[in-house]
């Protein structure tokens, strides 16, 4: 495996401008002013990255960091897993979600309303395309009842269409102060991950391989380089 890849550390490329206006709102956030930030991007695009970069911000020193994913692993069908998640990382890992999904919402407003009267806080939600109806559902009522708050919501999810993200963007629309919409690496961009990536000389062939299998795709690019190297005989 590339020693690139190994060391899970991998420059971050294209994205200074996107890093940039997520600064400015932790800058606006530490001053009193929250509200919402649709991250969105395609699979693969660098939308987890960018919430992970995000909170290494010098910006980022001043405010609460609060993650939550709606990542299915480790759930049960049916429960509210992303409201569940950012319960807990609200409330803390001991305390008792409320019974019904409306009564996790309404515990969240109240635990976040009364921490950022003490130290404003960014809750970062990811994968949030992947998250449960009933979570997708409450989150604006989330976001509305905070709105007036030192609380500022960055929701990364996919742009696809799917009927219930794309009800959630609408919803929001209110709340939002910014959307940013993660662009595809340009070719050199892209070519300069992959040399940072690989940390080896690649032939000129494989590169052009992985940027086509990529298609500016930071993710896809990790994953061309690992099947480059699975197909490469020892």
């Known amino acids: 495996r590339p020693e690139g890849i190994a060391s899970g550390n991998l420059m971050l490329v294209g994205r200074d401008p996107d890093l940039a206006r997520l600064a400015a709102h932790l800058t606006g956030l530490a001053a009193g002013r929250g509200g919402t930030v649709l991250l969105l ?5 660098g ?4 919430l992970v970069e995000a909170e290494a911000l010098p910006a980022a020193e001043t405010v609460t960091v609060i993650h939550a994913t709606a990542a299915s692993a480790g759930t049960t069908e049916g429960e509210p897993r992303l409201l569940a998640r950012l319960f807990t990382a609200c409330a803390g890992a001991n305390a008792i979600p409320p019974p019904t999904v409306e009564g996790i919402a309404a515990r969240i407003v109240e635990v976040l309303a009364a921490r950022s009267a003490e130290r404003p806080i960014a809750v970062l939600l990811d994968d949030v395309h992947r998250a ?15 709105a007036h708050r030192p609380v500022l919501f ?5 742009p696809e ?12 629309a209110p709340m939002l102060v910014d959307t940013i919409r993660l662009e595809p690496l340009a070719d050199e961009e892209s070519r300069r991950l992959i040399d ?4 080896e000389p690649l032939s ?4 052009a391989l992985i940027l086509a299998y990529a298609k500016g795709r ?5 994953r061309g380089l690992l099947k480059a190297v699975t197909a490469s005989p020892p």
Do not use: C, M, N, Q
Request: net charge negative.
């Open 161 to 172: 269409a799917d009927d219930a993200p794309d009800a959630l963007r609408h919803t929001l």
């Open 196 to 199: 940072a990536a690989a940390g």
């Open 132 to 146: 449960d109806p009933a979570s997708l559902a409450l989150l604006p009522h989330l976001a509305d009842r905070l």
């Open 154 to 158: 960055v929701v990364a999810i996919r």
């Open 204 to 207: 000129e062939e494989s590169r």
């Open 218 to 222: 930071p993710g896809r690019i990790i």
């Open 47 to 50: 939308k987890s990255r960018l």
């Open 41 to 45: 991007g395609d699979a693969g695009i």
